[in-house]
């Protein structure tokens, strides 16, 4: 009941449904005062324009109060799930009984205030009531197919809206969970790359216990966050570097091509960190114990492209097979953009040596 209640006082149904009724009387005035003026004039002259205003605002003052009625019980109808032939009986019923019921209505008008001289018989309440039978029938079924289109169109809105908002519980859900799975995963690999570190030089080694900890700060700060600023991005990545050049000293050089207008476009968080640890541990080799890495962010039409190129190991022939961090990233990605990104891994020659380069692109949030 409480969904009947609410329904039937939905004043934008109700403005309409008035909206129509003004028109139909307009309509329904203009077309009798023409008919009595060109055929009746008689008529016309004895009920004069006054009256005739009078006459049909009345009469479509009741027929809007048999409307109101006959939406209440429509509502009803949609509440209790009532079968459609059921309702189409019914109101096929109520549509003949507003023919009728208007029929008597205008003529008590006529004998009470213009004097009419047709006796209200239920004769005479049925000839009237099959004359305007068509248009009454036609007012009736119109408005009551608004009232079901709307509520219908309502309905399903609120269909839509509830999926929209299960799927974004479900989108939050998924995108939390792979971010919960990747900063364990970073962590464990810093503190591998720490503990390493312990046997070679112990001071290098608080200092980059230090750095862990200003890193994971700024990780756990923006753990429930979809989205942050490139800028952000860029300094937990600093950060992680600072620990990575502290095992690998000059051995590591890392370069940044970035537009300083791209600072502030949103990313998803957590986004290069993976994808540079994966440069910088396949990237060394016996054959590669320096590495060169540079970084260039671009924009192309309303897309953002990363790309990570090293001068490290290339490559292997066969099919690549990706870290926990990358599959992580690769699936945030998906989720967050419904597959709209691109993502490849590949090796380019470069004059006399092979670059691996990796590259990354998405809409601009």
Do not use: C
């Amino acid at each position: 009941m409480k969904l009947l209640k609410n329904s039937f006082v939905d004043k934008t149904l109700l403005k309409f449904i008035l909206y129509v009724f003004i028109a139909a009387y307009l309509i329904d005035f203009l077309g009798s005062s023409l008919y009595y003026y060109f055929n009746d004039i008689k008529t016309f002259e004895a009920i004069n324009f006054k009256g005739l205003v009078l006459k049909y605002l009345i009469t479509y003052s009741f027929k809007f109060l048999f409307i109101i009625t006959s939406i209440y019980l429509t509502i009803s109808l949609i509440s209790l799930k009532k079968r459609r032939v059921q309702s189409f009986i019914i109101h096929t019923l109520l549509a003949f009984l507003l023919s009728f019921y208007t029929s008597a209505i205008v003529m008590l008008m006529e004998e009470q205030l213009f004097n009419g001289t047709v006796k209200i018989t239920f004769e005479s309440v049925w000839i009237r009531g099959l004359s305007g039978l068509n248009y009454n029938f036609f007012v009736y079924i119109a408005i009551m197919g608004i009232v079901y289109a709307y509520y219908y169109l309502k309905k399903q809105q609120s269909v839509l809206i509830t999926q929209e908002r299960l799927k974004t519980q479900l989108l939050d859900t998924k995108i939390n969970a792979l971010q919960s799975q990747l900063q364990p995963h970073f962590l464990f690999n810093a503190l591998n790359d720490i503990s390493s570190l312990m046997d070679i030089d112990v001071k290098k080694s608080q200092n980059a216990i230090v750095d862990l900890s200003d890193l994971l700060r700024s990780t756990l700060n923006i753990k429930d966050q979809k989205h942050i600023e490139l800028k952000d991005e860029l300094s937990i990545l600093n950060k992680y570097l600072d620990i990575e050049k502290i095992r690998f000293a000059e051995k590591l050089n890392f370069n940044k091509i970035i537009d300083n207008h791209l600072l502030n476009t949103k990313i998803p968080p957590l986004l290069l960190q993976p994808f540079i640890e994966n440069t910088i541990k396949h990237g060394f080799s016996y054959h590669h114990n320096t590495l060169e890495v540079t970084l260039k962010i671009s924009t192309i039409k309303d897309h953002i492209i990363f790309e990570i190129t090293n001068n490290g190991q290339p490559l292997a022939e066969e099919e690549i097979i990706y870290g926990n961090g990358i599959r992580n990233v690769l699936e945030r990605l998906d989720s967050l953009y419904d597959g709209n990104y691109f993502f490849e891994m590949n090796n380019i020659e470069n004059e006399n040596s092979t670059l691996v380069q990796t590259t990354i692109k998405i809409p601009i949030s």
